[in-house]
């Protein structure tokens, strides 16, 4: 069941790509979106839950999840810029950091993934982001620029998009430390050469 959930997030991508595109020209089209993007979040939080409580922690599961993780956020990231909504910045960042906890894999595959216990700072990072990305999802296209800061509404009081925007820079500095936990914590390990375990975990070692 977790790893239908998982593999369900992955399909849902597509669909949340095609409609908030649509709503370029279809401004209530947002609202389906952001409902698609709601069941893809759900649906991370429900495959850890049922994995953790039916005992069923799987190889393909600590591998999968992940990875389904850093297609819909991607997908959503770059939706969201195509359409002005975040500057290029945010996504380099989002997306550049994921590139690099990718590259480190199979690093991480000379120890057990499960003894690099999931820090704190993950979990705020990945809470924020996704409610930063939902409050995003509601603001208008805007003519935004593609490479710097100017057109993105960051002091309007009025707008999803600022306050989207401040909570989206909150939560990449989280991610940023989870980052660096998580990248220090694998090198003492590989270093240790034992895998012990720093604290018991049966969660994946990434967040958001």
Known sequence: MANFLTMLR????????VVMLQSSSHP???????????????????DGFVARHTDS??????????????IFIAATLITLYAMGIIPLLFLVIVLGRDIIMALG??????????KIAVHWTGKVATAML?????????????????????????FSLTSWQTYGLWLFVIGM?????????????????????????????TEAPDEL
């Open 57 to 70: 922690v799987s190889k393909f599961g600590i591998t999968a999840d992940p990875l389904a993780d850093r």
């Open 10 to 17: 992955i399909a849902v991508t597509p669909a949340f790509v």
């Open 105 to 114: 894999y199979p690093i991480l595959g000379k120890i057990d993934p499960t």
């Open 173 to 201: 500095c989280f991610s940023l430390i989870a980052a660096g936990v998580y990248i220090s914590r694998a090198v003492a390990l590989l270093r240790e050469g034992r895998g012990e375990p720093l604290e018991p975990s």
């Open 28 to 46: 209530s089209y947002k609202y389906i979106a952001l409902c698609i993007f709601l069941f893809g979040a759900a649906t991370d939080w429900a």
């Open 130 to 154: 996704f409610v930063a990305l939902g409050m995003l999802i509601l603001s208008p296209s805007t003519s935004g620029s593609k490479v710097t800061f100017e057109g993105y509404q960051f």
